[in-house]
């Protein structure tokens, strides 16, 4: 599949947005949209299913990038999810099982393999909109910069989401995820804001391998779940992920603390090979299968 180019700063700048299907001709079954927004996101890409009919609505995942894309810049970091990660291509892939190794980039175990087809064998991949905001290079010991971004996230780009697209307006029905440093502010936004999310994910998250770290969010989950006590958490890690230890002392502490979770060890580096396979393929399905695909109650 040829892989799609963002929009040029100027063309965007003078249409305000772009909008187009994906470049393949649209057999991945998404459009992308290309939205300037305020600072510090800047740029922002959403992948909007194409679905049987004007009606259907989706349930809506914010998807965070790594710190390689934040040192592109806003207009390509913001393609990190989209182009960098191969995600178009696991939206095709998981529409049409079963998934295989190729799809993985080989990084998958048999057992893990046929789990992941029985589950979409019993119930078919139903969709998302995946918004991908550009995250910049933020200083993860300033709450008030972790706090300014995830204000962005969730009174600018969530209602404008829920506006231009078909997507499912309660917190039930939407999820945030990321990885490395996506995946670190993906856990503090998300616990830090259970109003506004139903789901949140991590994979290979830039934790702290300290035990302060893990104890920050261990009461950051615990704060969470009091508050939202619903709320779907997961874990992920991989085998030659550079955080694994800090991802694992969290898993340790949260499962000591009571704070049920998903957690999984899966093969592979913390590298692009792992996010273009089993890092898009793990988000889709995971939050696929978490997130409500109804309206259910609002909270906002």
């Not at 994906?22 to 991945?28: C, I, L, Q």
């Not at 990084?107 to 991908?132: D, K, T, W």
């Not at 035990?211 to 009461?219: K, S």
């Not at 580096?269 to 609002?298: I, K």
Request: aromatic residues 6%; charged residues 25%.
């Amino acid at each position: 599949m040829a892989e799609p180019q963002p929009a040029s700063d100027a063309a965007v700048e003078a249409d305000g947005d772009a909008a187009r299907a994906s470049a393949d001709g649209g057999s991945t079954g998404v459009t992308l949209l290309e939205w300037v927004m305020p600072s510090p996101i800047e740029r922002a890409v959403i992948l909007v299913p194409r679905g049987p009919t004007p009606e259907q609505r989706f349930p809506v995942v914010i998807a965070l990038h790594g710190r390689g894309e934040a040192m592109k810049g806003p207009a390509l970091g913001a393609m990190g999810w989209p182009r960098d990660y191969a995600l178009e291509r696991a939206f095709a892939r998981m529409a049409s099982p079963p998934l295989v190794e190729q799809d993985f980039e080989g990084l998958v175990e048999n057992a893990h393999l046929a789990e992941m087809n029985r589950a979409l064998a019993a119930r078919r991949f139903g969709g998302l909109i995946v918004a991908c905001p550009y995250v910049p290079d933020i200083d993860l010991s300033s709450a008030e910069a972790m706090n300014d971004y995830g204000k962005v996230l969730a009174t600018e780009l969530l209602p404008r989401v829920r506006k231009e697209t078909p997507a499912l307006a309660s917190a039930e029905a939407t999820g945030i995820d990321g990885v490395s440093l996506g995946g670190i502010v993906a856990l503090r936004v998300g616990l830090g804001r259970p109003e506004a999310f139903g789901a949140v994910g991590a994979l290979q998250p830039a934790i702290r391998d300290s035990a302060a770290g893990a104890a920050e969010l261990t009461e950051l989950a615990k704060s969470a779940r009091g508050r939202r006590p619903a709320m779907k958490l997961r874990l992920t890690t991989s085998e030659r992920d550079s955080f694994r230890r800090a991802v694992n002392r969290t898993h340790e502490a949260w499962r000591a603390s009571g704070i049920a979770h998903d957690f999984a060890v899966l093969p592979g580096p913390h590298d692009y090979v792992f996010n273009r396979g089993p890092g898009a393929l793990e988000l889709l399905f995971w939050h696929d299968q978490v997130l409500a695909r109804g309206e259910g109650r609002t909270t906002e």
